[in-house]
Structures are given as structure tokens and as C-alpha cells.
């Protein structure tokens, strides 16, 4: 326990640290302007990464709409700010909190689903919303909103990314999150074990949710601009591509994962016609020589195809019991 | 009512590209269990061969019939080659992976072919020469129109259908594939080489979603890099809505879904049109999971 305490105090410190040095370039004004986009987008990334984590990674539900509630928290915060005059933090929360109201809706109907089932439910609901913000003329339509100020500073997503860093993780190590690893381990037996399986998963989808819209609400704040296609479907995929590089269950993995895809992109920038092409390659040597992940620590499967399970199969059958 | 029959034979026509696609999907979900997310993308290769293909055999004088058989041949040839080195080099490998890494390899795979045809052909879209000259037909004198293309839309699906009808029930690969869907172990000792029939289904399914790919340039006359993600997207839910697995599931989910679509675009909401396509999805799996066609399975404790 002590030791966990101490790692967890040097992690702030090191965040601390971090975000000192920081704050002496940004006033110094040696970090160039892409530098400075590049860490607030790597903010927002964290909190989307480690936020698909706590569904994907932690609890084993297999999600590709995370795009969609970041759109909900993006629109929500935007249009307060925009029209409404509302101030910066509330109106981050606000989207946030609309987000994870939509993270309890889709949750209850479609988490009967599982594995691959509920991942094409989850993208159809974010195509969904996505289809709906691009017919909505109340949220610009096509073209979507522009002018958004921006608000998004250093140090506002620092605060943020720290705080939904901070409690994600301590959420995973309580009895709850227990819980959730439990329902990803094994949903049947952790259902025998006396677990209300549904609800645990119906509170991942709405936390997830929940830092999800609020990184959308900053997002929306630095970039001045929100369109219903920059919440498509491939930008769900970015997201579980970095909670997958980072290693699945693993929130330090998830943050690692989302700072390597974000530097990726943006140096890959000045290629933008091998871009995706590098990308992707490296995509699939990495799910083909390290499929765990940089920093990974678990291997869990959605299905029968497993390793592990295979493993236990071997063993059951090694051992001659039919 | 002449109006819906019309947007009916038009909904068939582009049902029929989605089931050509869907069944590609199916097989292959059905065998090793992966959703193939490049498949899409197969389908974009497919109709750039096509294309390419029917323009130098068209200057090369030959009857359009000629061409347009040869095209096609020619286009589900390359494109079944190149489905089988996708599995043998992306997906062979993650057999024995986890189910979440396979799936993010299908779709690194599907971003390698988008962006390497981006970067090859460029990103405007391409014109699709006209193969067949476009006459219209009038049904029983009414005002219900068919086209000839639309006509061999349908002649061309059917055709395929029955082929892949014919190899899944009767042929010895066919019944591989069969074998393996159903337990991959009890197959392998049964004496049945698992590696070659997952690449026989993955060149069917490829040479399926070529097909299907010449016949969209043939309908929309327009071809360019990325269009494999929706039309790939569709598909996946037309498996899905028909039974993923079941390959008359695909054909009715293809079918469904296309006439669903023209008709919602012909009542004025073709905006909404995909959102539609995905609510129908949505609604499919919370009430039949295994969707139209398919076994529901118990899981086993």
C-alpha cells in the first residue's frame, strides 16, 4: 500500500515537474508554435486515451464510437461559449456531463452486446451522431462551428488532463475497478461472484464518456473549429489505436500510446503523402511483433480465438481430461 | 406505387454491390472470426483494375461484352491474389493473437491500401469509361423505367451468387470452408489444411468484392481511393443485418439495406440516409443479435 502511495505522489511530482518546465518555455516563447499545438493536442489525447482504457482495456468492452461523445462534449462546450456566453470551465463540464448522459443511453441498450458485436453497435452509434450534427443547421451543418475561442491554455489542460488522469486511475484501483477487470477477465463467473455486471459496465461507458466530452470541450477550444467529420469513425480508431500501442489496461500505456501517436503524426506531418502509409505499416509490425502493446501488461481476449484460452484448452487437453 | 416499384428496382441495383461485398465479409468472419476492415478497400482495388483493364481492352477494339467480361475476370483475378498475400502477411501471423490485435491489423492494412492508392493514383476521383452503351427499358408500358446496366447489375450478382452457392455446397473446398467455420480443430484433424482454405475463402470473398467493385464504376462512373469506407462500412452492416456468417443472410442484408436506403433518399432525407443504414443496424442487434439469418449461439459457461 505504502509503496503504491509513493508512486503515486512521484507521478504527480514528475507531472508537476513537467508542467513547470513547460510553463518556463511557453513564457520564454522558445517552444515554435506547432510545438505548442502539438502538447495541447497531446492533453487532449491522454484524457481520450485513458479514458477508452477504463472501457476497452479495464472492463473488456470493445468500444469504436469514443469519437461520438467527444463530438457531443465538443458541440456542447462550443455552443455555450459561443452563444451563450457561458464561462470556460462550466462549459466544459457541461459537455463532459452531456457526453456521459449519452455514455448511460447508448450504454444500457447495447451493452447486452459483446465483443465484436458491441464494437459495431458502439460505431454505429458514433456515425450516428456524427450524421446527426451534420443535419442539424442549430450546430452549423457541414461546415460545422468556427470562432470558438480559445480558451484551451497550458495550464487549464494540464489541470484537466492531471485531475481525469488522476481519477481514472484511483477509480480502476478501487473495488470497482476490481470489478470492471473482473468483468474483462471472465463475465460469467464475475456475474457468479455476485458482480451486477451491467451496471459495472454501464459506469465505465458513462466515466469514459464523461472524460471523453470533456477532452472533445477542449479540443474544441484550441483548434477554433469543429466539423462533424473530425468526429468520424477514424478518429475513434486513433483513439483505441493509441490505448492499443500503449498497451491495453495499462494507464501509463495508454498515455505512452498517446503521446507516440501524437508526435508520430505531427512529424510525419511534412510527408503527408507517406504519412498514413508509415503509419499504418507501423500499426501492423506492431500488433504482428508486439501485440501487448509498449507498455503492456495483460493479454485478455474477446473470444475464443484467444491466446489465453487457447492456452487453457492446450492444457485441459494435455492433461487428458475430455 | 409505380414511383416505389421505381425506387425498389432502384434500391435492388444498389443492394446488390452491397451484398457482392457483404459476402466477403461473412466468409471470412465466418471462418477466422476477424472483421476484415481492408475489405472495403479490396473492393476500391477491385474497381481501379476494372477500370484500368476495361479502358486498354476497349482500345483494343474488342466487343464491349468482351471487355466487360474480361474486366471483370481480370479485376476478381488480381484482386483474389492480392486478398490471399493480405492474409498470408498481415493476418497469418495474429492467428493465434489476441482478437483486438487482429482487428487492429485490419484496419492498419485498410489505411496501407487507401493511402498507397492515394499516393499511386492521387486522390481526385477517376472517371469510369462506359463499357456498355445505357439504354432504357419501359416495364409492361408503365412509367418504370429499368436500365440495361441495372439489369446486369442483377444478371452478374445472380450469377456470382450461384457460383459461390455451387463451390460452398458442393465443391471440396466448399466444404473445407464449411468444416473449418465449424470448429477449426475437429477440421484440422479431420485431415482438412486450414491454412489453404482460409486463403481459398479470402480469395472468394476478394474476387466477390472486385466484382462488385467494377459494377459500382460501371453504375457511378466516378472511382477514387477512399471510396471503400462507407460502401465497406454498408456491406459489414448488411452481413451483419442478415446473419454474420450466413451467406444468404448477406444477399437479404445487401438487398435490405440497399432498397431501404433509395427509398429513404427518394422520400428527401438522403442526408440521413447512413445515419438510417446504421440505426437499422443498431436496432437489428439489440433485438436479434444474431441478426435475420444467424444461429444464436449460447455461450458457453
Same mark, same amino acid.
Given at each position: 500500500m505504502k509503496k503504491i502511495n509513493n508512486k503515486f505522489w512521484l507521478g504527480i511530482l514528475t507531472a508537476f515537474a513537467f508542467y513547470g518546465i513547460v510553463k518556463v518555455l511557453l513564457t520564454t516563447e522558445i517552444l515554435s508554435d506547432v510545438n505548442q499545438s502539438m502538447l495541447l493536442l497531446i492533453g487532449v489525447n491522454i484524457m481520450l486515451a485513458v479514458s477508452l482504457n477504463l472501457i476497452? !482495456?479495464?472492463?473488456g468492452q470493445f468500444s469504436i464510437g469514443h469519437a461520438g461523445f467527444m463530438s457531443v462534449g465538443a458541440y456542447t462546450s462550443a455552443i455555450l461559449t459561443l452563444d451563450?456566453?457561458?464561462? /470556460?470551465i462550466p462549459a466544459i463540464l457541461a459537455g463532459g456531463l452531456l457526453a456521459a448522459v449519452f455514455g448511460v443511453l447508448i450504454g444500457m441498450p447495447t451493452l447486452r452486446l459483446n465483443g465484436d458485436y458491441l464494437a459495431i453497435a458502439t460505431l454505429g452509434f458514433g456515425e450516428i451522431i456524427r450524421i446527426i450534427m451534420l443535419n442539424t443547421e442549430f450546430v452549423g451543418g457541414a461546415s460545422g462551428l468556427s470562432g470558438?475561442?480559445? @480558451?484551451?491554455t497550458w495550464t487549464m489542460l494540464f489541470f484537466f488532463t492531471l485531475i481525469s488522469v488522476v481519477l481514472i486511475n484511483n477509480f480502476i484501483r478501487s473495488t470497482h475497478g476490481r470489478a470492471c477487470i473482473a468483468i474483462r477477465e471472465n463475465e460469467i463467473a464475475a456475474e457468479a461472484m455476485g458482480i451486477n455486471t451491467t451496471r459495472y459496465k454501464i459506469i465505465a461507458f458513462t466515466i469514459g464518456a464523461l472524460f471523453a466530452g470533456m477532452a472533445g470541450g477542449l479540443s474544441a477550444h484550441t483548434f477554433y473549429v469543429i466539423t462533424p467529420? #473530425?468526429?468520424n469513425f477514424l478518429k475513434s480508431f486513433e483513439i483505441i489505436v493509441m490505448v492499443v500501442l500503449g498497451g491495453l489496461g495499462s494507464t501509463a500505456g495508454s498515455i505512452v500510446g498517446a503521446v507516440f501517436v501524437t508526435l508520430l503524426y505531427t512529424y510525419l506531418r511534412e510527408f503527408p503523402e507517406w504519412r498514413m502509409i508509415i503509419y499504418s505499416i507501423v500499426l501492423i509490425l506492431m500488433m504482428i511483433?508486439?501485440? #501487448? !502493446? +509498449? +507498455? !503492456?501488461v495483460s493479454k485478455f481476449s474477446f473470444? @475464443? /480465438? !484467444?491466446k489465453k484460452e487457447a492456452k487453457a484448452n492446450d492444457a485441459i487437453k494435455s492433461s487428458g481430461t475430455p | 406505387m409505380e414511383y416505389f416499384i421505381q425506387q425498389l428496382i432502384n434500391g435492388i441495383s444498389v443492394g446488390s454491390i452491397y451484398a457482392l461485398i457483404a459476402l466477403g465479409y461473412t466468409m471470412v468472419y465466418g471462418i477466422?472470426?476477424?472483421?476484415?476492415?481492408a475489405h472495403g478497400d479490396v473492393f476500391m482495388v477491385g474497381s481501379f483494375i476494372g477500370l484500368y483493364s476495361a479502358k486498354y481492352l476497349a482500345n483494343a477494339g474488342l466487343p464491349p461484352i468482351v471487355v466487360l467480361l474480361l474486366s471483370l475476370i481480370i479485376s476478381m483475378t488480381i484482386s483474389a491474389l492480392l486478398g490471399i498475400s493480405i492474409e498470408r502477411l498481415a493476418y497469418k501471423p495474429l492467428r493465434k493473437s489476441t482478437r483486438i490485435a487482429a482487428l487492429i491489423t485490419a484496419i492498419g492494412v485498410s489505411f496501407l491500401l487507401e493511402y498507397t492508392g492515394v499516393l499511386i493514383l492521387g486522390p481526385q476521383a477517376k472517371g469510369f469509361p462506359d463499357i456498355m452503351d445505357k439504354k432504357q427499358y419501359h416495364l409492361f408500358g408503365s412509367s418504370i423505367q429499368v436500365e440495361s446496366n441495372q439489369i446486369m447489375i442483377l444478371l452478374t450478382t445472380i450469377i456470382l451468387m450461384l457460383v459461390l452457392q455451387y463451390i460452398v455446397r458442393y465443391t471440396k473446398t466448399g466444404k473445407a470452408m464449411r468444416a473449418v467455420s465449424f470448429d477449426v480443430e475437429a477440421a484440422r484433424l479431420m485431415g482438412i489444411n486450414v491454412d489453404r482454405t482460409i486463403s481459398a475463402t479470402f480469395a472468394i470473398g476478394s474476387a466477390l468484392a472486385a466484382a462488385a467493385g467494377v459494377i459500382f464504376g460501371m453504375t457511378y462512373n466516378s472511382v477514387d481511393p477512399l471510396m471503400g469506407v462507407m460502401p465497406g462500412l454498408k456491406a459489414f452492416v448488411a452481413a451483419v443485418l442478415g446473419g454474420i456468417g450466413s451467406i444468404p443472410g448477406a444477399l437479404v442484408g445487401g438487398l435490405l439495406l440497399g432498397t431501404v436506403e433509395t427509398e429513404i433518399s427518394s422520400l428527401g432525407f438522403s442526408s440521413w440516409r447512413d445515419g438510417v443504414a446504421f440505426a437499422v443496424l443498431i436496432l437489428i442487434l439489440i433485438?436479434?443479435?444474431?441478426?435475420?439469418?444467424?444461429k444464436n449461439v449460447r455461450e458457453k459457461v
Open positions: 476497452t !482495456g479495464i472492463t451563450y456566453n457561458v464561462p /470556460f470558438i475561442p480559445a @480558451k484551451t467529420g #473530425s468526429f511483433f508486439r501485440p #501487448s !502493446g +509498449l +507498455l !503492456g473470444g @475464443k /480465438f !484467444g | 477466422i472470426k476477424l472483421i476484415n476492415f433485438f436479434r443479435p444474431s441478426g435475420l439469418f444467424g
